[in-house]
């Protein structure tokens, strides 16, 4: 499926090899080589999807998504010349669903974009089929609607990243049993063998922190082995 890509990025010829390859799968591509550029083009309001660069010329990376997320749940894939973890880290801290490091050949980041977006179209024809009930999951208070691409604890609506979505609603899906972290690597980065298991830590205490804030806890951890439920 077509999508509005917003490419972010200070190198021109990072930009040209981007597009090129998004626009080869079918995306629209829109380019910003800066911070301010980037506003602009987001703030018009239809792109489905953003790679951004971590160093800009008049704004981080960092704080650039950290300003999407405060309007919006778009997905987010960072790009950055720095491969530490800490950076890493941090950047999906701040709501980023992927992290990729330069240099990437174009064939990768094409298998990132469409893992990212298989979150949200609903879950990968490899994992667990969803319960009876179709694209719609529950679980005590909880319920995800796969379609939207909304949770809800109770009545309020609790704003997940596609990837803690994914995430979450795997846990879901099969209710008592005990995800390990490789499981769950599997099922939100299904291109990617470098991320951690200190990755699946941070986003599943972002799901708990947004959960918490509003009295739940969504999230069990079995010391040792992974991760389940809470209350199956």
Do not use: W
Not at 4 to 22: P, S
Not at 191 to 215: C, P, Q, S
């Amino acid at each position: 499926m077509s999508r509005h890509i917003l490419v972010v990025d200070d190198e021109a010829r990072i930009r040209e090899v981007v597009q090129y390859a998004l626009a080869r799968e079918g995306h629209r591509v829109t380019v910003a080589g800066d911070g301010k550029s980037a506003r602009e083009a987001f703030g018009r309001g239809d792109v489905e999807l953003v790679v951004l660069d971590v160093m800009l010329p008049d704004v981080d990376g960092l704080t650039l998504c950290r300003e999407i997320r405060a309007a919006s749940r778009v997905p987010i894939l960072f790009l950055s010349a720095r491969s530490d973890e800490i950076d890493r880290v941090l950047g999906l801290e701040l709501g980023g669903d992927d992290y990729l490091t330069k240099p990437f050949s174009p064939r990768e980041l094409v298998a990132r974009v469409k893992a990212v977006l298989r979150r949200i179209e609903g879950p990968a024809e490899s994992t667990p089929a969803p319960t009876p009930k179709g694209t719609r999951l529950r679980h005590g208070a909880i319920t995800i609607d796969l379609e939207r691409h909304e949770v809800r604890y109770g009545s309020e609506l609790v704003a997940l990243t596609p990837t803690e979505l994914g995430m979450l609603a795997a846990l879901i899906e099969r209710p008592g049993i005990v995800l390990s972290r490789g499981q769950l690597m599997k099922r939100a980065y299904a291109y990617d063998n470098l991320v951690t298991e200190r990755t699946i830590d941070t986003h599943v205490r972002r799901i708990r922190a947004k959960f918490r804030a509003l009295g739940g806890d969504p999230i069990a951890t079995v010391h040792g082995v992974g991760y389940k439920a809470a209350g199956a």
